[in-house]
């Protein structure tokens, strides 16, 4: 019975070894990419600030083409603001769920 309860629990520790080593592995990535979106949050925030400037500069020029570009801007700006409102979002809730712990 002794023989039972001891190999039990060398497998019990082997098993919870091999657990914390994966834990970590999986923690520290998610540190990384975390790092990762705020850079990236980071660069949209400037790149959005840019493109605001100069969407605000007025078209003197009426080709259809320039509108085109202009129009495409703006939706590259709004596709920079959707990506960082989700991010910040998913952030949100993160840390609301943090703090109710």
């Known amino acids: 019975m002794i023989w039972f309860v001891g190999g039990y629990a060398v497998l019990i520790t ?17 540190i ?9 949050l980071d660069r949209l925030d400037a790149r959005y600030e840019s493109i605001s400037k100069v969407l605000e500069i007025p078209l003197f020029y009426d080709s259809p083409q320039i509108r085109q570009v202009v129009s495409d ?10 990506v960082a409102n ?6 949100e809730i993160e840390d609301g769920e943090e703090e109710d712990s």
């Open 32 to 40: 990384r990419m975390e790092d990762a979106l705020e850079q990236s």
């Open 86 to 91: 989700e991010i910040g979002r998913l952030e």
């Open 14 to 30: 082997v098993l919870l070894g091999i657990s914390a080593y994966y834990n970590y592995k999986f923690g520290r990535s998610i």
């Open 73 to 82: 801007i703006k939706e590259c700006q709004n596709s920079i603001l959707y």
